[in-house]
């Protein structure tokens, strides 16, 4: 597939072309090298979680950056989350086998929700308030099971030591985690890249313009956005098993229900949804305020963070609904649309 | 079979219903008005039951006095949330305001953790319950619910009868015509956000005489008040008011076979299933 490079003036190309090669290499190459030099635990056990919810939100924005705000992502980490732990607890099947079938799970969650609203053209507030309802139902059905789930107590992946942790994709050491999240996190952004070159991501943009109009030019309206929206729930559900299988603990309002479907809209806007670094910058954003204030206040923090994200959001969509990042590669390239 | 549990689980989702039915009139007045989803109206009905909780159990305000004055501060909440939130963004993407106050949502429900810490409050009231031949209907579900039916044909006088509910139902039709024909639309918005406000305050004063306030507790209404809108078809108050007592109807009958819960996620099954059958709204033509 050729890949349409639109023309742009000459002094902007170097630019472009740095940040476009030169600097994944060199991020890329710094963030192997950190834990060698610098390991504390508690920075290390940041950066996994920092980089497991980049995941998460790069997984939301690979749907979200074509107007197709869901809410309902909560409910597919949950399903990620539950699925994998349930499957290993009461089958002992193991993540490698579980991790796959509760995305399936959650494939199929978002094809039943997304086909009647691509098809029958729900989209913008409708198409939020319409997910919104599956993150509520998961949270729901996990809360309700408490025989089977442990309710709003929480769940623990049965632990295993030695060999068998990586049948079990359980790891001791916070170095293998660093480096699984590592590249889980890496793969996520190439996904993503991927999708936005290719020629899916100009079929979404003509749709998100006009639905009318781009079904008239033949793009097949209902497909694309299913397309995305399985690609999206598959990636966040694998999100979501990777954050039970790395905190060994999950509870239905950690990994669903609209806050955690709320929770990954914050950080992808406030970093930028349009562009590729925007929810991993939204994700250190987010994280390393939360930590900071609790750090800062002690227990006396109980939802300090909360209120200076909801601020944040709530500045940055009326100020600079473009994002951080969004707004920085604006600077830097005149205004073009980001890669 | 005559089943007396049914009829009891069946009156009490009657009951229910006229509450999620106020629920849904004020999101849907407002949404029908300007436009908007208050992502965060459950939360301002949170605030409402804390100020009821402020003013009843630790300044022994009388009862009513404190309903007056609790609607009175979540309508204030509500111009405010429109003068502050709502009105720059009035020419952003649809989906711009709804995170915008989804960003309210969290802001909201962290100030009462800060303001009022996470214990669970309850103004102490002991209502009495109604016997009638072996079932039990609680006073302050009937209250509630003639309550919230008499807020409801309040508001559809006021839509009705007076000029600026004729100017609010105009521009709810045609958003660009109506200031050309003399209408201050920005005055019409701020008179609707306080109307959406005072409803979810007179939402406060009831449901604090049924459940325990807390931070989180708009989580419990605010997903099943969207659903209902959606289900009747966003700003369709008619559709909302059918959809509140469908919806209740199958939670109060769920919960009565399985745990309440599941009450719930069989009315969100509902409410996506008929997502397929008719996606613009219970009343509403298919497309």
């Known amino acids: 597939m050729t890949r349409v490079v639109p023309a742009r003036p000459m002094n902007r190309v170097l630019p472009a072309r740095l940040m476009n090669r030169t600097l994944p290499c060199v991020v890329g190459a710094v963030l192997i090298a950190l834990p060698f030099v610098y390991h504390a635990p508690y920075p290390l056990h940041l950066m996994i979680v920092v980089l497991i919810w980049s995941f998460a939100y790069t997984s939301w924005s690979v749907m979200g950056r074509f107007g197709l705000v869901s809410l309902g992502h909560g409910g597919f980490m949950g399903v990620g989350a539950y ?158 098993a990777m954050y039970c299988q790395y905190q060994m603990f999950i509870s239905p309002d950690t990994v669903s229900g609209i806050s955690v479907s709320l929770q990954m809209v914050f950080a992808a806007v406030v970093g930028g949804i349009y562009v590729l670094p925007g929810p991993t910058v939204g994700a250190i954003i987010t994280i390393l305020l939360a930590e900071g204030l609790r750090i800062f206040f002690g227990t006396g923090a109980l939802g300090w963070d909360n209120l200076v994200y909801g601020t944040l959001l709530v500045v940055f969509i009326i100020f600079l609904p473009q994002g951080l990042v969004g707004a920085a590669w604006n600077k830097l390239t005149g205004g073009r649309q980001a890669a | 079979m005559f089943d007396i549990y049914l009829l009891e689980a069946a009156i009490n989702g009657v009951l229910l219903g006229g509450v999620l039915a106020l629920l849904a009139l004020g999101l849907n007045l407002v949404f029908g008005v300007i436009d908007v989803v208050w992502i965060c109206y459950a939360e301002l009905i949170m605030m409402g039951m804390y100020g009821m909780f402020y003013l009843v159990s630790v300044f022994h305000v009388p009862f009513l006095i404190a309903a007056v004055l609790s609607i009175a501060l979540v309508a204030m909440l509500g111009v405010l949330l429109h003068l502050l939130v709502i009105a720059p963004l009035l020419n952003a993407a649809p989906i711009n305001q709804l995170l915008a106050t989804g960003g309210v949502l969290a802001f909201l429900q962290a100030l009462a953790t800060v303001m009022f810490g996470i214990d669970f409050r309850n103004l102490g009231i ?34 009705s009868r007076t000029y ?35 409803l979810a305050g007179l939402a406060a004063c009831l449901l604090v005489l049924q459940y325990d306030v807390h931070p989180f507790i708009g989580l419990t209404f605010g997903p099943i008040t969207f659903m209902i ?59």
């Open chain 2, 164 to 198: 600026t509910g004729t100017a609010i139902r105009a521009i709810a039709q045609d958003r660009q015509i109506m200031p050309l024909m003399g209408v201050d639309s920005r005055r019409i918005y701020l008179i609707t956000s306080a109307i959406g406000g005072g």
């Open chain 1, 83 to 240: 699925g994998t732990a349930l499957l290993w607890n009461y089958f002992h099947l193991t993540p490698w086998l579980g991790v796959p079938a509760s995305m399936a799970v959650a494939v199929v969650l978002a094809l039943i929700v997304g086909y009647p609203c691509s098809r029958f053209r729900i989209t913008g507030h409708y198409f939020a308030l319409v997910t919104l309802a599956l993150s509520a139902i998961v949270l729901q059905v996990a809360t309700a099971s408490r025989d089977i789930t442990g309710g709003s107590l929480g769940y623990t992946p049965e632990r295993v030591q030695g060999v068998a942790g990586v049948l079990a994709f359980q790891f001791s050491d916070k170095m293998t985690w660093y480096f699984v999240a590592l590249g889980v996190w890496a793969v996520g952004l190439l996904i993503r890249w991927r999708v936005d070159h290719s020629m899916m991501a100009y079929a979404l943009e003509a749709i998100a313009e006009d639905e009318d109009a781009a079904g008239a030019a033949g793009v097949n309206v209902t497909a694309e956005k299913l397309k995305v929206t399985a690609l999206s729930a598959a990636m966040t559900a694998f999100a979501g």
């Open chain 2, 126 to 159: 002991r209502m009495p319950v109604i016997e009638v031949s072996d079932m039990y209907i609680s006073y302050a579900r009937l209250l509630a619910f003639g309550t919230a039916l008499a807020g409801m044909v309040g508001v559809y006088l006021f839509l």
């Open chain 2, 229 to 287: 809108c959606v289900l009747g078809g966003l700003g369709n108050m008619i559709g909302g008011f059918v959809a509140a007592f469908v919806f209740a109807e199958i939670i109060s009958i769920g919960g009565l076979y399985m745990d309440l819960e599941w009450g719930y996620v069989f009315a969100f099954v509902f409410f996506i299933v008929m997502m397929f059958i008719r996606p613009r709204g219970l009343l509403a033509r298919n497309p």
